[in-house]
């Protein structure tokens, strides 16, 4: 069964924080990705990878970055936590590149900034 | 610009009875794919159901079907005989070429299936 672990289901920061996100996969699937996940708006990309210490800015990556030292790991880092980013976070994978591509989700970060 | 449209934030359905997601997209692109995938209350996203924007038949899958109308731009999930394991939120994705494969989602539809 393919998977996408993501280390927390629940996570409370305090404002100003260093706060690690981990993702790893098990499909040795070259694209990995981070999304949030907020009410009303969808999911929106915040960083992508396409391979190891390859990263790309998505669409929202203020207050972001990424690391990707091993195939398998993607890490999102807020250098300094803000109450904004208080988000469901989600890491996704996929294999190679075409339109029909299955991307495979991790079951979700819940972080809470106070 | 949203390139993925969801107009309807929730919506409820009888058991057994079929019902409708609505999702229109924008792109320019002559080759794109659309997505549809399922989010459980437990937070983790199911793939659903994939049409390619070449494929001369809607594609099927179980009890969902998607009804594709390119000329319109959308893409709209049909699920049939809805059980309650299928209160969800819903969303729609598309990837381009010109978007670097990336997928991109709409908002999202929340549906409720009543017993």
């Known amino acids: 069964d393919v998977k996408v672990t993501q280390s927390s289901r629940y996570l409370v920061k305090r404002t100003g924080e260093k706060v690690f996100l981990e993702c790893v996969q098990d499909m040795d699937h070259e694209n990995m990705f981070w999304y949030r996940q907020d009410p009303g708006l969808g999911l929106r990309l915040i960083y992508f990878s396409y391979d190891v210490k390859m990263k790309e800015k998505g669409d929202i990556p203020e207050g972001y970055s990424v690391s990707r030292e091993k195939k398998e790991r993607f890490s999102l880092i807020l250098e300094s936590a803000s109450t904004n980013q208080t988000s469901m976070y989600l890491c996704?994978?996929?294999?190679?590149?075409?339109?029909?591509?299955?991307?495979?989700f991790g079951q979700g970060t819940r972080l809470t900034v106070v | 610009a949203q390139k993925i449209t969801q107009t309807q934030p929730g919506m409820f359905v009888q058991e057994k009875e079929a019902v409708t997601l609505d999702c229109t997209y924008d792109t320019s692109d002559p080759s794109y794919g659309l997505f549809w995938y399922k989010q459980p209350s437990s937070g983790e996203m199911i793939f659903l159901i994939y049409q390619g924007s070449y494929d001369q038949q809607n594609a099927t899958e179980g009890r969902y079907s998607l009804n594709f109308q390119k000329a319109r731009k959308s893409a709209n999930l049909v699920i049939s005989a809805s059980q309650l394991g299928d209160s969800a939120m819903y969303f729609c994705?598309?990837?381009?070429?010109?978007?670097?494969?990336?997928?991109?989602f709409g908002a999202g539809t929340t549906v409720t299936v009543r017993a």
């Open positions: 994705a598309m990837r381009e070429v010109s978007n670097d494969y990336k997928l991109s």
């Open positions: 996704a994978s996929s294999a190679g590149q075409g339109l029909n591509t299955e991307a495979f």
